[in-house]
């Protein structure tokens, strides 16, 4: 059975802090990606990542940075954290052949708040 | 920039036929694909069309058409179990990212 999965379900962290969210999968994808989930807004891209060390921007990098030293992990970092960084955050990957590349399997979200 | 609208909320009876619609722009774009997401939980992907016409698994069906920059999930005989948010998302070939709707809040009456 294919999985995705986050460090942590629920997350608080206060203003300033650095705070660091991991996602495993265990599929041998090349592609990972992070997304931020806020009501009204759908899923936004954050970051992904297409082969180990290798990154590319989404609609939304500002305030966070990314790390994949290796193939199953993909790390998203918040320097210093802000109260509009309260949101829900969600890890995805996928293969990159073909039509491969659309079907994207989550992982369950990590809810962070922002104090 | 690109961008897709869709419905943000649709009502119907359990049993019945419901379309949730979507449109997207057209510049680079490659395919358009469904995810369901119940409350709390993760996306799951439904479907992915690339090239016009439909596209059926089981009581779901995925329609696209590229003249019209349009497409839609078809769900036929709903159950209760369907109450979801749905969501369109398209790639595009100007960066190999995928754009995802705000999603449509589908609520099914008995």
């Known amino acids: 059975d294919v999985k995705v999965t986050q460090s942590s379900r629920y997350l608080v962290k206060r203003t300033g802090e650095k705070v660091f969210l991991e996602c495993v999968q265990d599929m041998d994808h090349e592609n990972m990606f992070w997304y931020r989930q806020d009501p009204g807004l759908g899923l936004r891209l954050i970051y992904f990542s297409y082969d180990v060390k290798m990154k590319e921007k989404g609609d939304i990098p500002e305030g966070y940075s990314v790390s994949r030293e290796k193939k199953e992990r993909f790390s998203l970092i918040l320097e210093s954290a802000s109260t509009n960084q309260t949101s829900m955050y969600l890890c995805a990957s996928s293969f990159s052949g073909g039509s491969s590349y659309n079907e994207q399997f989550f992982g369950p979200g990590t809810r962070l708040t922002v104090l | 920039g690109q961008s897709l609208e869709q419905p943000s909320e649709v009502t119907a009876v359990e049993g019945a036929i419901v379309q949730i619609n979507c449109t997207y722009q057209t510049s680079g774009f490659y395919g358009l694909s469904w995810y369901q997401q119940h409350d709390g939980g993760a996306p799951t992907f439904l479907s992915y069309?690339?090239?016009?016409g439909l596209e059926e698994t089981g009581r779901f069906s995925s329609f696209l058409s590229r003249s019209d920059s349009y497409g839609y999930l078809l769900l036929q005989e709903l159950q209760m179990k369907d109450s979801a948010s749905y969501f369109c998302a398209a790639r595009y070939s100007s960066a190999s990212k995928i754009i995802f709707g705000s999603g449509t809040r589908l609520s099914i009456r008995p």
């Open positions: 069309n690339a090239l016009d």
